[in-house]
């Protein structure tokens, strides 16, 4: 009779060997291994660059005459981000009308996610993080309004897994993209780059300014106070 010790060890040696004579199937598995591991790596790091924004989403009731904040997010009918997926039922219902989230609640809530992905360039990694949003509202007197958009911005990582070190800020927009290196962007709490928001196509910016045309690199983004990015991460792989 073999004692009961033992018996698990022989099972043990009889599972290691087999797993040797199949090297697929150990691979896999200490691929999933690295795999897990590195979803937490690129995690933390999507959390320490996450861009702050400026100016601050602010509620209509917050703003007392003369109104020089009256160009903000939210304010004039302007619409904060938006929950994608919700958009996505509404249209998937047939519901065609207006999606506008005026509901400063939501984004204070974090019921309406930031979304991100992360991708490895040699020994770097570039991180895009996305609002939605389910209305733009003209940029000008009478035109440029569109429905559904997303807006992009994207930090590159340098030396991520050894020495990881945010150098350049890519901040889109409708018209375009630009991309600032280290130095040429505001920081907010030594990691996290500031992005200025526009007024009503709501690109990403590195500066305030803007004229409300619809030009590129027009719309109105005012100083504001910085805040966090809006609502909660969410990884779109
Ligand atoms: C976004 O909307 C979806 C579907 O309506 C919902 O399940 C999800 O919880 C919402 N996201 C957040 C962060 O509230």
Not at 77 to 104: I, T
Not at 108 to 120: G, K, N, Q
Not at 160 to 179: A, C, D, L, R
Request: include cysteine.
């Amino acid at each position: 009779m073999v004692p009961h010790s033992l018996a698990l060890l022989l099972l043990l040696a009889a599972a290691g060997a087999r797993a040797e004579w199949n090297p697929a199937e150990v691979e896999l598995e200490v691929a999933f291994e690295e795999e897990s591991e590195r979803a937490a790596a690129y995690e933390d790091l999507v959390l320490k660059y996450a861009p702050y924004l400026r100016p601050e989403p602010i509620t209509r009731s917050e703003i007392t005459p003369p109104f020089s904040l009256r160009t903000q997010e939210g304010l004039d009918d302007f619409c904060f981000p938006h929950n994608a997926s919700d958009y996505f039922r509404v249209r998937d219902a047939d519901d065609w009308s207006r999606q506008c989230n005026m509901d400063y609640a939501t984004i204070h809530a974090d019921e309406v996610p930031t979304y991100w992905h992360a991708m490895e360039c040699g020994r770097h990694l570039h991180i895009a993080y996305w609002s939605f949003y389910g209305y733009n509202h003209n940029c000008d007197c009478c035109s440029g309004e569109r429905n559904a958009w997303w807006e992009f911005l994207v930090v590159k990582v340098r030396e991520w897994s050894t020495n990881p070190h945010m150098h350049e800020v890519m901040f889109g927009q409708k018209e375009g993209w630009y991309t600032r290196i280290a130095g040429n962007y505001e920081l907010h709490d030594e990691s996290h780059p500031v992005a200025y928001v526009g007024r009503a196509g709501h690109g990403f910016y590195h500066d305030s300014g803007g004229s409300n045309t619809c030009c590129y690199y027009e719309d109105t983004r005012n100083p504001g106070r910085v805040s966090a990015l809006v609502g909660s991460l969410l990884s779109i792989c």
